[in-house]
């Protein structure tokens, strides 16, 4: 199944039934009073999030969901039936947002399983006749017609739901990383952009601790303006507590550490400086490949900059027991995932 962490969907809650206009009409009852029943409410859509799905692709193939109509009204007071309504699964991390004539606004932030926001209420069903009689007016000719259910288009993103994330230039050595210190079995190749999707794997420390790492696609310069995969998949480190930015020390394709570090640095700075400004541990990996002069120098800028360095070799798993502890000691101080609070709903909108 592909990978997808955007779509835009409409969604359109049922019509609220129509109200019946109906008399009473049986033997030696020669003037019953009005008996229309109300139509039911049409059914709403709702979306919930299911720790089961890990992509928005279905949404790429369908754009529409309905939820289903109310039924009119019927004689001898017999109310319509309510429009069920339609739930829609989404992948634990989705941000919801509606589109509106300012623009897009945050409906709700699905990071909790099983969680559940309205997406579009269903309309109202139609009063029968029954319900206008009076004294001066005992045979209203007249029932309400159903009221339209809400339709609007909304954006589904999803941010995925990780502790720690690992970034850094492609074929550098995360998805190597990922599979040893977890059990994901993400793809590895020695080639660039290997990795075409974000890889989850749970990291087991000890008994009762645990953390969730994120690898994302490599990124490359020009990542926070679009180029290369970086700038679709960023957003998926938005919600990490603690970044990995892990670093060829070895330099065996040409290109500088130092070089590769600042640049890297630079991209998260011009997508987020929240962003940019998280936590981070420096892994400096393919030890087994450079020179001792080489991880000497490149620890000496590291930690002259104010990062902690760990020297590491993920193919030889080398070092990586001693990063997990490190990195689980770190989790320990920071605050929980970050969660997005969604923007308060205008009074018209309350009104629709």
Known sequence: MRFVDE?????????????????RREKFVPRGGPDGGNGGDGGSVYLRADSRLLSLYDFRLKRLYEARNGQPGQGSQCDGKKGEDLVLGLPVGTLVFAEGPEGERLLADLSEPDSLVL????????????????????????AKAGLPGQEREVVLELKLLADVGLVGFPNVGKSTLLSVVSKARPKIADYHFTTLFPNLGVVYVDEGVSFVMADIPGIIEGAAEGAGLGHDFLRHVDRCRLLIHIVDVSGREGRDPVEDFETINEELRQYSPELASRPMLVAGNKCDMATEEQIAAFREYVEGEGYRFFPISAATRQGTEELVQAIAAE?????????????????EERLK
């Open 331 to 347: 989790l320990a101080k920071l605050p929980p995932i970050v969660r997005y609070e969604p923007e308060p709903i205008t009074e």
């Open 119 to 142: 997406a579009a209420r269903g309309g109202r069903g139609g009063w029968g006749n029954q319900h206008f009689a009076t004294p001066t007016r005992q045979v209203p000719n007249f």
């Open 7 to 23: 779509a835009k969907i409409q969604v359109r809650a049922g019509k609220g039934g129509h109200g019946c206009l109906s008399f």
